[in-house]
């Protein structure tokens, strides 16, 4: 059943990569807040090593993770096979949220298809690989990605996505500040 790694090994990679979803999730600290859960699609994650994954992270109606984030850097990804052998395989880590606009940004976009709405990149430091069976998962056949947000995105334009993040992505639904709201807060003092 359950399996616990110190970091990803080639089979676990090799796994990831054949999933078409991921989910992330987070939470806030003091145990009132709400547990957060996204599934995410599309291209947008990479492996950076056996123990650091990314994600290129678009905009949303929310920004849940990053304001779990800046408050305490937990976070699971977590991908299951709907297709073939049935298993689930979590990364647990430390996560931290990179903006547009920095050097870690530049570094790291060009490992990505930078797809219209793509507002920061999270990059998740793992210390548990976590495998299980899955044995209840139900299969589900890939048909495509859907292109709604990414249409949305681009007739948004990036004044419209700005004015978008700042209003609905500054702040957790638990009030606690993103990192968007800490860099637009900077600029505003500044």
């Not at 599934?39 to 994600?55: F, N």
């Not at 940004?105 to 495998?131: M, S, Y």
């Given at each position: 059943?359950?399996?616990?790694?110190?970091?990803?090994?080639?089979?676990?990679?090799?796994?990831?990569?054949?999933?078409?979803?991921?989910?992330?999730?987070?939470?806030?600290?003091?145990?009132?807040?709400?547990?957060?859960?996204?599934?995410?699609?599309?291209?947008?994650?990479?492996?950076?090593?056996?123990?650091?994954?990314?994600?290129?992270?678009?905009?949303?109606?929310?920004?849940?993770?990053?304001?779990?984030?800046?408050?305490?850097?937990?976070?699971?990804?977590?991908?299951?096979?709907?297709?073939?052998?049935?298993?689930?395989?979590?990364?647990?880590?430390?996560?931290?949220?990179?903006?547009?606009?920095?050097?870690?940004?530049?570094?790291?976009?060009?490992?990505?298809?930078?797809?219209?709405?793509?507002?920061?990149?999270?990059?998740?430091?793992?210390?548990?690989?976590?495998?299980s069976c899955g044995?209840?998962?139900?299969?589900?056949?890939?048909?495509?990605?859907?292109?709604?947000?990414?249409?949305?995105?681009?007739?948004?334009?990036?004044?419209?996505?700005?004015?978008?993040?700042?209003?609905?992505?500054?702040?957790?639904?638990?009030?606690?500040?993103?990192?968007?709201?800490?860099?637009?807060?900077?600029?505003?003092?500044s």
């Amino acid at each position: 059943m359950g399996k616990v790694f110190e970091m990803m090994l080639p089979e676990h990679e090799a796994f990831i990569a054949k999933q078409h979803m991921f989910f992330v999730g987070s939470a806030p600290l003091d145990g009132e807040g709400h547990v957060n859960l996204s599934p995410k699609g599309h291209d947008v994650l990479r492996i950076l090593s056996p123990i650091e994954v990314a994600y290129l992270d678009l905009t949303g109606s929310g920004n849940e993770t990053s304001a779990h984030l800046e408050e305490n850097g937990r976070i699971t990804l977590m991908f299951t096979a709907f297709e073939g052998p049935p298993m689930i395989l979590r990364l647990y880590g430390q996560g931290r949220v990179i903006l547009p606009g920095t050097q870690d940004w530049e570094d790291l976009a060009t490992r990505f298809t930078l797809l219209p709405g793509a507002r920061q990149i999270i990059v998740v430091n793992v210390h548990v690989v976590k495998t299980s069976c899955g044995f209840s998962v139900p299969f589900y056949t890939y048909e495509g990605e859907r292109d709604t947000l990414q249409k949305w995105a681009a007739n948004k334009g990036e004044q419209g996505l700005l004015d978008y993040r700042k209003e609905k992505n500054t702040v957790s639904m638990d009030g606690l500040t993103t990192t968007i709201g800490q860099k637009l807060s900077t600029d505003t003092a500044s």
